[in-house]
């Protein structure tokens, strides 16, 4: 496995790391002072095991963030999160019952396992104070994390005969062109400055045929550099003061100073690169991520539809 691929699974798990830190058991003792958890009351019963309202206002602060308090103030906005983080827990009970049912085990050393690997990308202290401020120890914690294990193992088994072939990407592909488009980019070399004068004089030295390395050197204020050259970047993204110049000038222009806020900026296009359609080869892998997880989101919905209608659901609002 590449170094590039081993970054990416960690920033990956890391992220589920932060969700499930959000999503986290409490202890009884601290359900009765957690913010989220005063009301303990039971929401809903499926096949007579309970959810509590803190586990639904815990998992609403997880998905939108910052205090969920403030969603209250569109009681309608607020009931339909609520309602959605209702279903989904509800969900997820059904997917560990059914996995339990049909004898999926986390074995204890995987269990270990995954205990340590979110401490080593917690870090130690943070994933210390975690614990303290959910009132649990690092068994119930691991307890935890095995649920979650075998939710994500049962949808794995969901998953299994779900097949993406050629077929279907090259149809998505030409069904989806207009998405596939890269806008016309640009590079830059800039050079930014206070005084008008000071810019009129830097865009003739420029014309005059000096370097950029020289003029950003030359003017280079203590601590705060001049000059700077950007990566790629649309041109839609440029201001609108420059974004028509930078769009026709040619490659090696040199643009007047223009004035954007309180600066005034002196443009050199370095290259450009014309709007075109990816081709199929560019996007597959793209294509082939986003139709596999369509029909996943298919398969668990049909999946949860039927799960229901053979389990004792109660609500309690």
């Excluded at 050393?109 to 202290?125: C, S, Y």
């Excluded at 095995?146 to 069904?175: P, S």
């Excluded at 081709?279 to 996943?296: D, G, P």
């Amino acid at each position: 496995m590449s170094v590039r691929i081993k970054f990416f699974l960690s920033i990956f798990f890391l992220a589920i790391v932060i969700i499930l830190w959000a999503c986290a058991p409490d202890s009884d003792k601290s359900k009765a002072g957690d913010r989220f958890a005063a009301e303990k009351d039971i929401v809903a019963r499926v096949n007579s095991e309970p959810i509590y309202k803190s586990d639904v206002l815990r998992r609403m602060h997880a998905a939108y963030g910052g205090d969920i308090e403030e969603l209250k103030s569109d009681q309608n906005r607020w009931q339909m999160l609520k309602d959605v983080a209702t279903e989904s827990e509800i969900m997820d009970l059904l997917l560990l019952q059914t996995a339990v049912t049909e004898g999926m085990m986390v074995s204890e050393d995987d269990a270990q396992g995954l205990l340590e690997r979110t401490k080593e990308l917690a870090g130690p202290q943070a994933f210390a104070e975690m614990l303290k401020e959910r009132g649990v120890d690092e068994g119930a914690f691991r307890d935890f994390l095995m649920k979650r294990e075998l939710i994500q193992r049962y949808k794995n088994k969901l998953f299994e005969k779900i097949i993406v072939n050629d077929d279907a990407l090259e149809e998505y592909y030409e069904g989806h062109k207009e998405t596939f488009v890269n806008p016309s980019q640009v590079r830059l070399e800039i050079l930014t400055f206070g005084v008008l004068k000071t810019a009129e004089e830097i865009y003739k030295f420029w014309k005059d045929g000096n370097s950029f390395e020289d003029i950003s050197s030359r003017y280079q204020k203590e601590g705060e550099n001049v000059g700077r050259r950007t990566r790629w970047m649309p041109i839609d993204a440029i201001p609108d003061e420059l974004q028509s110049k930078v769009a026709k000038a040619d490659v090696g222009t040199i643009i007047e100073p223009e004035q954007i806020s309180n600066k005034f900026y002196v443009v050199r296009i370095v290259d450009k690169m014309e709007s075109r359609t990816l081709r199929f080869e560019e996007v597959k892998a793209e294509i082939s991520e986003t139709i596999l997880n369509l029909r996943k989101n298919k398969v668990i919905d049909d999946w949860y539809k039927n799960a229901t209608q053979g389990a004792k659901i109660e609500y309690f609002h």
